[in-house]
């Protein structure tokens, strides 16, 4: 079943036409949910409203996922959706880095950024995963927001070494600018994309 709520989620961030495809299929499988009879027409609705009966295991965790989702993209209810992917995380916290980058991702939609728990969150999925390109760019993200630049930085690269992506060398130049020492000297690695050299060049100001 959570294959149904990974599918669902991965639809949502392409802006997939069959998310509500995916969401009657999982409906129609579900063992242990209770929905309305209605979910064809308004299987969002019908994914609010739905109850499980044990708050646990596998389809407990799949709908928490999928509301997470809907109460992100569609409602825009962000505090909701904290719970729910807090919900998915917990119910196995020691595999489910997905769901640990996704609550963090969700506190720092909140009318009142919650950067420090975003923050402990991505490291939980990093802990996890550590090779997790998505949750190291999102943790230099978060480090951005609160103008740690050098930490900024540090993720953007490592990401880089993981995935060469523009957009995460994007995040490299606008890290760097946002910064007002060695700008010269690290916009030159940017150009040649040379990321191992900024990582030297990083230790050489930490020490």
């Known amino acids: 079943m959570k294959a149904y ?17 995916t969401i009657q299929q999982f409906l129609e499988n579900a063992e242990t949910i209770t929905y309305q009879d209605t979910y064809k027409e308004s299987p969002y609705q019908a994914i609010i409203y739905a109850v499980v009966e044990v708050e646990e295991g596998d ?3 799949a709908l928490q996922i999928i509301k997470g989702c809907i109460y992100t993209q569609h409602v825009r209810n962000y505090p909701e959706a904290c719970e729910c992917f807090l919900k998915a995380a917990m119910n196995n916290p020691e595999e489910n880095y997905d769901m640990w980058n996704r ?39 978060a480090y951005q927001r609160l103008n740690h630049w050098k930490p900024a930085l540090r ?19 606008l890290t ?17 994309k040379s990321s191992n050299a900024i990582i030297d060049y990083l230790d050489q100001l930490s020490e």
């Open 5 to 21: 709520a990974l599918l669902y989620a991965s639809q949502t961030n392409e802006y997939s036409m069959d998310t509500k495809q």
């Open 59 to 61: 389809e407990y965790e």
């Open 176 to 192: 760097i600018q946002s910064s007002t020492y060695h700008q010269q000297v690290l916009m030159a690695f940017i150009t040649e």
């Open 103 to 141: 609550y963090g991702a969700v506190n720092t939609y909140l009318d009142e950024p919650k950067i420090d728990i975003a923050i402990e969150s991505y490291k939980k999925a990093l802990d996890i995963k550590p090779n997790y390109a998505r949750g190291i760019v999102n943790l230099g993200i």
């Open 155 to 173: 993720k953007f690269i490592e990401a880089t070494l993981l995935t060469d992506s523009n957009h995460i060398w994007d995040y490299c130049t």
